[in-house]
């Protein structure tokens, strides 16, 4: 099954990209965006949640109106820098659990190390969404993917702020069932494996690290 690639071009989301990027922004300034643009990210991305008819009375007489069809989801950020976008997507979806999966790439080989994963205990039963900023050569987001494939979720949705050609398609090739939604497509990577132009080290400007 090959599903849908989505770049976000809403002007707030283009907008706070562009003061995302620039390498003057400070530490709190970069964390509230990752939250804002992760917000937002999110109200784009749950558009395709079912809805059923409800019947509400208002003040005046009896509205039908329509509510959520009783979906689960969950977020599963990438520890560390995935961290940085669950706040803003809770503001949305209060009700979603919160999974978290532990992977650093190593400097050398570029290859994911997983340190860490703890998923809800229904996840069966939940749409997940997969947060973390960067994609560059995809091998986390695709162990990620791997690791929560494992438990069955009802579905999985990547959210990341920046991609770069290079995991867009690996992650495409590994998931092919998986729906992907940027922010922004850059260039390319860099020989260090970082997005250009990209934003740097998305962990270090969330935590203030470096
Ligand atoms: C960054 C980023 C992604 C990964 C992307 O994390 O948050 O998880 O790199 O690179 P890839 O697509 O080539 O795998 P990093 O490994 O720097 O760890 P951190 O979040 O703990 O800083
Ligand atoms: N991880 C980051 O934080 N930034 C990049 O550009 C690539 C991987």
Redesign the pocket.
Known sequence: MSRKVVVMDHPLIQHKLSILRDVETSTKEFRDLVNEIAMLMVYDATRDLTLKDKKVTTPCGVADCKVIAGRKLAFVPILR?GLGMVEGALRLVPAARVGHIGLY?DEKTLTPVEYYCKLPKDIEERDVFVVD??L?TGGSAIDAIAQIKLRNPRSIKFLCI?A?PEGLEALKKAHPDVDIFCAGMDEK?NEN????P???????RIFGTK
Request: proline share 5%; charged share 15%.
């Open positions: 820098a790439r900023p960067m560059a920046i770069a990577l494996g970082y997005i250009v990209g934003l740097g080290d998305a962990g270090d």
